[in-house]
């Protein structure tokens, strides 16, 4: 019988919420599959800062790495700068285990209302692939002349070859197990004059290793505009790490809520465990009141599965959420129901 | 008799179809008004840089000091990678003559549909308030280890605390001019680490002497999640370079069209021309078949002309191309009618 270990770290805000539906559902279809999951608890989180000046003890990613998977709520709170919260927890544990793909789905689903005007089920069905340890999010720079009017900040961005060949290969590859083979990279070469025409160049590159795959690229400005004029025009999408953060929330947006989806945070070589997370964050706007859609929850632990190994799991998850939507009886707020947290969280383990 | 004299640069692609009916409506409202406009033409393009290997001559920015604004068409194309015709000609002029204010208004007009489901004209009615000399866009950086695997390429962003409070002023004081009083400030201070943080205390610290004036703040990614869902909930917004021109991308996507679009790069002091273009770029895949909407390009026109100190001038195209959306008789093919460039652009030129 196969047995895993994950590691569950619910985090801040309506983390807290949702992980416990994510938890019921994949016990759920644990069993009916004869899976063995045995979940470790850790509290790391904002009020965790405010206890001990850190967002997870110094052994941290010691103490993470020996696990299966990590499946993780939202990070972040009012009272923590967000530079501090995220790079205190979220992100250094994707870059510690190398979790450099971000991998996002994005699809309409049936029963669910696209703010998109005549978007039907199957007109939005896309990947986001995303880089998801380098490029734009970087800690290097600093501040000139503090505290003055002359303060000049500088921000790096930096790139590799290994970082984005591997991401760009890994996007190529999805395409084609994809029906319409089509990748479409997010660049901004125009404005941004070494990284972006960089970006480009190892794109072009790489496509000539996947002769069948077609190939465009969009600025992001009019890539945005692009999701919201003709998002059945998309097939897999690859980004840098910004520009895959912002079309991975517009992206869902355009499918009804951001609440339903997920976050795979990658480690291909498998030799370090991945994180598998909603997109939305810990919404402290909504935090405590239980309304909280779990979907984007529960399709993340779906991807876990799915990772390891086990697809048959994913599938039965992925039909539980599909009927649940479908067939309308307990959906949250965001989806237009009046369905509490648990209500849906339940309803969609019922179906398991 | 007002008199100015006017540096007209069509530049590449649909830009050189575009500029022509920009002139036409500027000439009619022109003797309307009673004012004296006079063109001086430039042939500046990515044609140019085939010819001579420069996107302008090198004292080209001289030769546009001394006129009192730019009308701009658009500018690169196939052939010229983008990084080298943008910063050999756009970005330039931006910089050199401290057009620091990037104001792109985005407004649903009566006779539009826009993509998003139930909005209404009076829904989408907001202005990106867009910093246009600093920041993301930036040339500093460069590639380590070029041509083998190990290549690094670093990209600098840059920020100033004059750049940001200039452009944080501007905003502001736009907001109080407005009914709503609202401010929105794009951010991503959550993953990058020292410009947006930065960007942050500096919207806190101006939000102080503007207490009439409400402030919130987006991350990017959600920001433009919620373009799509809630468009009429935002008034102005202020982004960074990079930040705004995806926002003002996207805005105009949501109002039908993102060829309707205006772009004004000015210099609030006035000690350096302005310069005012069409949002939309220079469109390779549609150049030569006279179907581009002029509209972009006229409503930057009316802005121009407001600049100028002439508000009854932009008031008459702006009526001119509100009424010509309405009656709907010569709307280009992206605007679901089947007239060509010319016939807007004269149907426009007629209603004034
Ligand atoms: C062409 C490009 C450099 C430019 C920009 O990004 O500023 C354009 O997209 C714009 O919005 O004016
Ligand atoms: C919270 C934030 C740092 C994070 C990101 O930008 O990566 C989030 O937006 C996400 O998309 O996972």
Known sequence: MSQFNIAVIPGDGIGKEVIPEGLKVLQAAAEKHGIELSFTHFDWSCETYHKTGRMMPEDGLEQLKAFDSIFLGAVGFPGVPDHISLWGLLLPIRRAFNQYV??????L????????????????????????????????GGIQYEGTDD????????????????????????????????????????????????????????????????????????????????????????????????????????????????????????????????????????????????????????????HLGHPEMHDTIMTAIETAIREGHALTRDMGGSANTQQLGQAITDLI
């Open 102 to 107: 971000n991998l996002r789905p994005v699809r």
């Open 109 to 140: 689903f049936e029963g669910l209302q696209s703010p998109l005007a005549n978007k039907k089920p199957g007109d939005i069905d896309f990947y986001v692939v995303r880089e998801n340890v380098e490029g734009e999010y970087s800690a290097i």
């Open 151 to 306: 303060e000049v900040v500088l921000q790096q961005s930096v790139f590799t070859r290994k970082g984005t060949d591997r991401i760009l290969k890994y996007a190529f590859e999805l395409a084609q197990t994809r029906d319409k083979k089509h990748v479409s990279s997010a660049t901004k070469s125009n404005g941004l004059f070494h990284s972006m025409p960089y970006w480009d160049s190892r794109v072009a590159a790489m496509a000539e290793h996947y002769p069948e795959v077609k190939v465009d690229q969009f600025h992001i400005d009019i890539f945005t505009a692009n999701l919201v004029r003709m998002p059945e025009f998309y097939d897999v999408i690859v980004g840098s790490n910004l520009f895959g953060d912002i079309l991975s929330d517009l992206g869902p947006a355009c499918t009804g809520t951001i609440a339903i989806a997920p976050s795979a945070n990658i480690n291909p070589e498998k030799d370090l465990p991945s994180m598998f997370e909603p997109v939305h964050g810990s919404a402290p706007d909504i935090a405590g009141q239980n309304i909280a859609n779990p979907i984007g929850t529960i399709w993340a632990a779906a991807m876990m599965m799915q």
